[in-house]
């Protein structure tokens, strides 16, 4: 599937959890630019800095990844996924941290790369000619036996936790938040969003965000364009969930069926808590 060298977007499967299985999905190469038809260019520059009113309040951010982890760890506690590193067998390498940076997919070179730039002597910076080689394979060439532990203890280091977050935003929250803006959505919408880029990515196959959008745009149109929010939203979900479906490791649709069909049912388009849903038959609560 991936071509050695080659950054590719990719979907994952889930590593083991008990009882129930987490799933880390996620595909990268979205960069700055997310989306499609209009596409959303640099519209994140602006000469006067514009005060967060959606999903990039930090009280909203921080529901966000609650929810995401919820489903990618079966967690609340965002946090302590810094340190998470394992080869779930997706055929991408290792998988790691935050937001599930794959060594087999090129996000991973991307974050050590740019905590080396900040700290050229950390611990992980020996593994570098090592995760351009592996980049485009499930390949652990160069990084066993050590890499795991050393991953470990570079995830107590404040700056390597402070790269996971500037490449989580970067690649994935920042251009979803900028698109549902651009779309007209609220905080819920922008969520959906960010939610669909982080387990499909951005590419051009119809199950990418990219392709996820042109489906919802097609059947609905978003506020910008005069349609109705929660009528989009509704056509975003079901082109999202028909993604989901292409793929048998996506195919438990419980992230978008019990938890965001959920707020939205509830008009809870600013996603106010408190929130309740289930993800994988787990339940989660914020107060």
Known sequence: MHTPHIRTPRTRTHRAHTPHPSRRTLLTLIGATVVAAPLLTTQFATATPVSPTGLDDPAKKEIAMQLVSSAENSSLEWKKQYRYIEDIGDGRGYTAGIIGFCSGTGDMLDLVELYTRHDPGNVLAKYLPALREVDGSDSHDGLDPTYRRDWERAAGDPAF???????????????????????????????????????????????????????????????????????????????????????????????????????????????????????????????
Do not use: C
């Open 161 to 287: 936790q402070r790269a996971q977050n500037d490449e989580r935003d970067r690649v994935y929250f920042d251009p979803a938040v900028a698109q549902g803006k651009a779309d007209g959505i609220g905080t819920l919408g922008q969520f959906a969003y960010y939610d669909a880029i982080v387990m499909h990515g951005d590419g051009g196959d119809p199950t990418s965000f990219r392709g996820i959008r042109k489906r919802a745009l097609a059947a609905a149109k978003p506020p910008a364009r005069g349609g109705d929010e929660v009528a989009y939203l509704n056509a975003f979900l079901d082109a999202r969930v028909w993604a989901m479906k292409q793929e048998e490791a996506h195919s438990d649709t419980s992230r978008v069926d019990t938890a965001q069909r959920v707020f939205l049912r509830k008009g809870n388009l600013n996603l106010d808590p408190p929130l309740d849903w289930k993800v994988y038959g787990d339940s989660y609560h914020i107060g």
